[in-house]
């Protein structure tokens, strides 16, 4: 896209000082053959900028692309006004379509790795409410690896590439999954086609935790978001992913630009599953287990609102790779759950974000909100404000105070105040049940899938150890009999093709030293 603006005759080159540039071309030297000389502004401020032009990547989630678009709510929860829920503005207020900036991502690997890889995809949505920045960063996927966010560097470096090969080797993958029993749900689904979906438009959304609604009264209930896309659900094969990474690695970045640039935007109804705010003793699960699904026949689907991605970036770097989400994002009517993983997360992302972006990453247009701020926060790198808020008394930078500045707001209802009590300690939760859904997970999938992922296993798990392929069978046979046979089955077929064409290598060896016919070049 050509910027008519810097093709104007008016507008001429200058240097980030408003200097015009003469010659872009050459560097100031005494003599036409050098040396250069220190004093060399222009030089020196450009290469220097040059020099920081990347920020650090994600730590993970580092390969995305994103877009713009809005938010509207229906306004009702299965013909009940969604206000009995919850008080969010978000969703009470039908008529309004609420901005939101959307981040698509995959997870395990850096900035410029191929989007056909095996691996989660981010969903990472930033709604610019009138109260505020909502940000809800999810996942393709339901549910996640673990369920302690003490795991959770352990699992990412064992995803990653070897620390001294910088080769990604499976091994360590499934040596990590292998102790870690929590895993198998995940792995069922992340090594069956839905591990690779087919491109951002194409794939389901979801906040994966369990989060909770409160509504004027103070009440809450527990609630799950998922997204469907109206273009449908398309997910590949292995088989299909390479054939597409051999021709190119930016497919779904590239496939969602161009359909919102020839005005074919993607869509996304958004569903809730809702739960009252207890513990749920009747459920063979812990209802805030971020491994484990809420099945609609115990929880319903219901359908609350759409999303519609319209407008691409226009700068890729001020827009998706300073964009910040947290899970601590959230507005007046939706809240927390005690869920250790999204707690675990709430404190990990504005904490990178003070890192990769800057302590005012706060400031920037993609981030910070559309309704006014008003704050005593001040200082820091690169703040760049001199106005903190129309209301504000320059001299008056705290609260409370008798002479002026900012006041706080009254509470639009009731406090959500839940009850907590317990001794501080280090222990799992009590309903793990690793192994039930997934057996479920597995039994529910097509037969095309089932065939995917049991070759998808098969051959990861061939590159690994013995002591590794017997613990993940012993596993595969606790989620299903049959899940656990047929990965056993292949894999000891695999293992004798493996075997039988290294003996015909060492027979060729053989044969060809007897014959003479090794060369010695
Ligand atoms: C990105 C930490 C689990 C979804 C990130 C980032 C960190 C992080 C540090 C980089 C953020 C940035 O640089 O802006 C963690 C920790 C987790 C965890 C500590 C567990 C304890 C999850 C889970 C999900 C998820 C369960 C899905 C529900 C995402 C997404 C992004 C991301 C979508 C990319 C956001 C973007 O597009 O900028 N995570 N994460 N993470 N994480 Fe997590």
Same mark, same amino acid.
């Given at each position: 896209?050509?910027?008519?603006?810097?093709?104007?005759?008016?507008?001429?080159?200058?240097?980030?000082?408003?200097?015009?540039?003469?010659?872009?071309?050459?560097?100031?030297?005494?003599?036409?053959?050098?040396?250069?000389?220190?004093?060399?502004?222009?030089?020196?401020?450009?290469?220097?900028?040059?020099?920081?032009?990347?920020?650090?990547?994600?730590?993970?989630?580092?390969?995305?692309?994103?877009?713009?678009?809005?938010?509207?709510?229906?306004?009702?929860? =299965?013909?009940?006004?969604?206000?009995?829920?919850?008080?969010?503005?978000?969703?009470?207020?039908?008529?309004?379509?609420?901005?939101?900036?959307?981040?698509?991502?995959?997870?395990?690997?850096?900035?410029?790795?191929?989007?056909?890889?095996?691996?989660?995809?981010?969903?990472?949505?930033?709604?610019?409410?009138?109260?505020?920045?909502?940000?809800?960063?999810?996942?393709?996927?339901?549910?996640?690896?673990?369920?302690?966010?003490?795991?959770?560097?352990?699992?990412?470096?064992?995803?990653?590439?070897?620390?001294? %090969?910088?080769?990604?080797?499976?091994?360590?993958?499934?040596?990590?999954?292998?102790?870690?029993?929590?895993?198998?749900?995940?792995? %069922?689904?992340?090594?069956?086609?839905?591990?690779?979906?087919? %491109?951002?438009?194409?794939?389901?959304?979801?906040?994966?935790?369990?989060?909770?609604?409160?509504?004027?009264?103070?009440?809450?209930?527990?609630?799950?978001?998922?997204?469907?896309?109206?273009?449908?659900?398309?997910?590949?094969?292995?088989?299909?992913?390479?054939?597409?990474?051999?021709?190119?690695?930016?497919?779904?970045?590239?496939?969602?630009?161009?359909?919102?640039?020839?005005?074919?935007?993607?869509?996304?109804?958004?569903?809730?599953?809702?739960?009252?705010?207890?513990?749920?003793?009747?459920?063979?699960?812990?209802?805030?287990?971020?491994?484990?699904?809420?099945?609609?026949?115990?929880?319903?689907?219901?359908?609350?609102?759409?999303?519609?991605?319209?407008?691409?970036?226009?700068?890729?770097?001020? /827009?998706?790779?300073?964009?910040?989400?947290?899970?601590?994002?959230?507005?007046?009517?939706?809240?927390?759950?005690?869920?250790?993983?999204?707690?675990?997360?709430?404190?990990?992302?504005?904490? %990178?974000?003070?890192?990769?972006?800057?302590?005012?990453?706060?400031?920037?247009?993609?981030?910070?909100?559309?309704?006014?701020?008003?704050? =005593?926060?001040?200082?820091?790198?690169?703040?760049?404000?001199?106005?903190?808020?129309?209301?504000?008394?320059?001299?008056?930078?705290?609260?409370?105070?008798?002479?002026?500045?900012?006041?706080?707001?009254? =509470?639009?209802?009731?406090?959500?105040?839940?009850?907590?009590?317990?001794?501080?300690?280090? /222990?799992?939760?009590?309903?793990? =049940?690793?192994?039930?859904?997934?057996?479920?997970?597995?039994?529910?999938?097509?037969?095309?899938?089932?065939?995917?992922?049991?070759?998808?296993?098969?051959?990861?798990?061939?590159?690994?150890?013995?002591?590794?392929?017997?613990?993940?069978?012993?596993?595969?046979?606790?989620?299903?009999?049959?899940?656990?046979?047929?990965?056993?089955?292949?894999?000891?077929?695999?293992?004798?093709?493996?075997?039988?064409?290294?003996?015909?290598?060492?027979?060729?060896?053989?044969?060809?030293?007897?014959?003479?016919?090794?060369?010695?070049?």
């Amino acid at each position: 896209m050509v910027n008519k603006k810097f093709n104007s005759e008016e507008e001429k080159l200058t240097n980030q000082q408003g200097h015009m540039v003469t010659d872009n071309q050459n560097t100031r030297t005494v003599g036409d053959r050098g040396p250069m000389t220190l004093e060399n502004y222009d030089f020196l401020e450009k290469i220097s900028h040059f020099d920081r032009e990347k920020i650090p990547e994600r730590i993970v989630h580092a390969r995305g692309t994103g877009a713009h678009g809005y938010f509207q709510s229906y306004g009702t929860v =299965n013909g009940e006004p969604i206000s009995k829920y919850t008080r969010a503005k978000v969703f009470t207020e039908t008529e309004k379509q609420t901005p939101v900036f959307v981040r698509f991502s995959s997870v395990v690997h850096g900035k410029h790795s191929p989007e056909t890889l095996r691996d989660p995809r981010g969903f990472a949505i930033k709604f610019y409410t009138e109260d505020g920045n909502w940000d809800l960063v999810g996942n393709n996927l339901k549910i996640f690896f673990i369920r302690d966010p003490l795991k959770f560097p352990d699992m990412i470096h064992a995803f990653r590439p070897d620390p001294v %090969t910088n080769i990604q080797d499976l091994e360590r993958m499934f040596d990590f999954v292998s102790q870690s029993p929590e895993a198998m749900h995940m792995i %069922t689904f992340v090594y069956s086609p839905w591990g690779i979906p087919a %491109t951002y438009r194409h794939m389901q959304g979801s906040g994966v935790h369990t989060y909770k609604w409160v509504n004027h009264e103070g009440t809450s209930v527990l609630v799950k978001y998922h997204w469907e896309p109206v273009q449908g659900i398309k997910n590949l094969t292995q088989g299909e992913a390479d054939k597409i990474q051999g021709k190119n690695f930016n497919h779904a970045t590239q496939d969602l630009y161009e359909a919102i640039e020839k005005g074919d935007y993607p869509e996304w109804e958004l569903y809730v599953q809702i739960m009252e705010d207890n513990e749920h003793p009747e459920l063979d699960y812990d209802p805030l287990d971020p491994t484990k699904l809420w099945y609609k026949e115990e929880a319903p689907w219901h359908k609350v609102g759409k999303m519609v991605l319209n407008k691409n970036p226009e700068n890729f770097h001020a /827009e998706v790779e300073q964009a910040a989400f947290g899970t601590g994002v959230l507005v007046d009517g939706l809240d927390f759950s005690d869920d250790k993983l999204l707690q675990g997360r709430t404190y990990s992302y504005s904490d %990178t974000q003070r890192y990769r972006v800057g302590p005012n990453y706060l400031q920037l247009p993609i981030n910070r909100p559309l309704k006014n701020i008003a704050t =005593n926060q001040s200082g820091g790198q690169m703040d760049y404000r001199q106005d903190y808020g129309d209301q504000n008394d320059p001299h008056v930078d705290y609260e409370p105070s008798y002479i002026s500045g900012l006041k706080e707001s009254e =509470n639009p209802g009731r406090e959500h105040q839940p009850y907590v009590e317990g001794h501080l300690q280090r /222990e799992p939760i009590p309903r793990t =049940n690793n192994f039930g859904q997934a057996g479920e997970t597995y039994r529910r999938l097509n037969e095309w899938e089932r065939k995917d992922l049991i070759h998808n296993l098969v051959s990861a798990l061939s590159d690994c150890r013995k002591g590794i392929q017997d613990k993940m069978i012993e596993m595969f046979y606790q989620c299903d009999q049959d899940y656990g046979k047929r990965v056993e089955d292949g894999l000891k077929m695999a293992m004798n093709k493996m075997k039988s064409q290294e003996d015909k290598m060492d027979q060729a060896v053989d044969q060809a030293e007897e014959m003479g016919h090794v060369s010695d070049p």
